[in-house]
């Protein structure tokens, strides 16, 4: 068999984690056919299928799948090291490619990173905002940012939040026609806007907890999104009653346009961190962005 020559090994690797020929062409700075091309000839070499290509999408095939976890840390490693070159010349250089949910890329991550970028205008961002648990690894990402509690174990995790408590929030006019939950079992009694993961597929059960005592509660309603923000507009334009962290509905609150229930009932939990892989040498641009994120006692 032909050996694949590493530019069409980068060129796999590019499809398979972007899922889409277009966006690996940009990223590539080539045209979708010349690359399309450049994988029918590696496929051609190897005999084998890598990718399952269909009108929406594309995917690894399982040969391409072990392709894919063979080279990937090799290449990541070679692109490690040559940012790490960057360390010779007198300011920091370099892109940090980060994975972020939106709520907390427009809240922290940019507020934090526009005075770096100042000061070091050598240094690139790239923000990938994403309401899925991204295996930051296999996307091709330096660092994600999550919860506190959805950090795996094997990641360095840094605090860049305060701690969050849940709010439960419908309108004044909501409440006007229904009376307000005392109890999370009474949820059960109200229409509620459900939030559904797209990447697990199943509908988030609120959570609450008092003294000692969880309870998760599968609620009802006319209303299903991906996205917290369209939850909120919904709860804004009166069709029931929403779960959302504190952050995401202060303002709403504080202005009286949202009223909050069953605060007893949502305790504090760990808030944003930002957390990469610990066996990960950080370049100087690197441990410049975790330094200007990381939470101030």
């Not at 979708?32 to 450049?38: D, F, I, K, V």
């Not at 929030?169 to 559904?196: S, W």
């Not at 990447?199 to 009802?220: C, P, S, T």
Request: charged share 25%.
């Amino acid at each position: 068999m032909a050996r694949a020559n590493h530019n069409e090994l980068l060129a796999f690797l590019a499809v398979a984690r972007e899922r889409s020929f277009t966006r690996a062409a940009a990223k590539l700075g080539v045209s979708p056919s010349a690359l399309s091309h450049t994988i029918r000839g590696l496929e051609a070499r190897i005999g084998l299928r890598l990718l399952t290509r269909t009108t929406r999408s594309v995917s690894p095939t399982e040969a391409g799948q072990r392709l894919l976890d063979g080279i990937a840390p090799g290449f990541d490693e070679i692109e490690a090291a040559v940012s790490r070159l960057s360390e010779l010349r007198d300011k920091p250089a370099g892109t940090v490619r980060i994975n972020s949910g939106e709520q907390a890329a427009s809240s922290i991550l940019w507020p934090a990173l526009s005075k770096l970028l100042h000061d070091y205008p050598d240094i690139r961002v790239e923000i990938t905002s994403d309401a899925n648990l991204t295996d930051i690894v296999a996307g091709g990402f330096d660092a994600g940012v999550r919860l506190g509690e959805q950090v795996a174990k094997d990641m360095i995790a840094v605090p860049i939040g305060p701690p969050m408590r849940m709010a439960v929030v419908g309108t004044p006019a909501y409440f006007a026609r229904h009376p307000a939950p005392k109890t999370p079992q009474d949820l059960t009694a109200h229409d509620c806007i459900n939030l559904r993961f797209l990447r697990q597929g199943g509908l988030y059960a609120w959570e609450f907890e008092r003294d000692g005592r969880a309870i998760n509660v599968r609620v009802e309603g006319r209303l299903t999104f991906n996205d917290s923000r369209h939850i909120l507009q919904a709860a804004l334009d009166g069709f029931g009653l929403a779960c959302l962290p504190d952050t995401h509905v202060e303002q709403e609150v504080r202005s009286k346009r949202l009223r909050r229930v069953l605060a007893d009932w949502c305790p504090p939990f760990p808030g944003y961190h930002l957390y990469y892989p610990s066996r990960r040498q950080p370049s100087p641009a690197f441990a410049l962005v975790v330094a200007a994120l990381r939470r101030k006692a």
